[in-house]
């Protein structure tokens, strides 16, 4: 089974990387964007006996920050 995990920063945590992106958008010329947030896609390629609690241990525990994060899994 593969599975992509999305992981992204909560509102309201500040995003330098997404802060850079916009600058050097910008710098490039490029105009309308009002904001840029930054994050990760994680690939796995699981047992299809795999089950669903603990993909989301795996998410808890390594993936992702669950203080500053959040995360979506979705099945390919």
Do not use: W
Request: hydrophobic fraction near 45%.
């Amino acid at each position: 089974m593969k599975l992509r995990i999305f992981v992204t920063l909560k509102p309201g945590v500040l995003d330098p990387q997404g802060k850079a992106i916009h600058k050097a958008l910008d710098g490039l010329g490029f105009a309308g964007i009002n904001d840029v947030r930054a994050g990760k896609l994680i690939e796995l390629d699981l047992a299809d006996d795999t089950a669903d609690s603990a993909i989301d241990e795996m998410c808890r525990k390594l993936l992702a920050n669950t203080v500053i994060e959040n995360y979506r899994v979705e099945r390919v």
